[in-house]
């Protein structure tokens, strides 16, 4: 899998697939979320409903996918990051789970490009650096025959700079 990092608004990417940092309601919210539903249109919430009439909330660090509507993306991965309460070992887990479950359904969709926002480090106030560290690692070491390219896509410079260096390393 080649890796991409961009600077710039995930609504904008045309990838097979982009994920969206979603809250477990899966109903809409502020960030990443808001821009989604905002720019993808009603067809996300009305799948984003139908999916919690049958399976009820997306518990922290799973997935669930809508088409894109009115998004240059075909699909959006909804998946739902922990809120950072100061333990590591147990939100770094969940975190990590974020992005296997993302690249597991993308793969089960025969997705070929993913692009990824930096899932949690907006309201949810996991450590920037921690979370970039887990991102580019669960991607690192997810082998896939099916996805070709993951694109990190990151909003604010400081998670530009975090993900620069990362992805030198
Ligand atoms: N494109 C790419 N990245 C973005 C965009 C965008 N258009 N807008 C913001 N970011 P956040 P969370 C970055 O708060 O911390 C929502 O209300 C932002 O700079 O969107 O996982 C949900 O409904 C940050 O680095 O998500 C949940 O309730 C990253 O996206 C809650 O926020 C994540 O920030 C989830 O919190």
């Known amino acids: 899998m080649k890796i991409k990092l961009i600077k710039g608004d995930i609504t904008k990417i045309k990838a097979d697939a982009i994920v969206n940092a979603a809250n477990s309601s899966l109903l809409g919210g502020g960030g990443v979320d808001g821009a989604i539903h905002r720019e993808g249109g009603k067809q996300i919430l009305d799948e984003c409903i ?10 922290t660090g799973e997935a669930v996918v809508t088409f894109g509507g009115n998004l240059p993306a075909k699909y959006v991965i909804h998946t739902v990051g922990p809120v950072w309460n100061d333990n590591e070992e147990k939100g770094s887990k969940l975190l990590a789970n974020c992005y296997k479950n993302s690249l597991k359904l993308a793969e089960s969709l025969n997705i070929k490009t993913i692009a990824f926002p930096n899932i949690s480090t907006g309201v949810y106030r996991f450590p920037k650096e921690l979370a970039g560290k887990i991102a580019v690692d669960e991607v690192k070491n997810f082998k896939s025959d099916i996805i070709e390219k993951v694109i990190f896509v990151c909003f604010d410079d400081e998670n530009e700079k975090i993900y620069k260096k990362l992805l030198e390393e």
């Open 50 to 59: 139908e999916i919690r009439n049958r399976q009820g909330k997306c518990k």
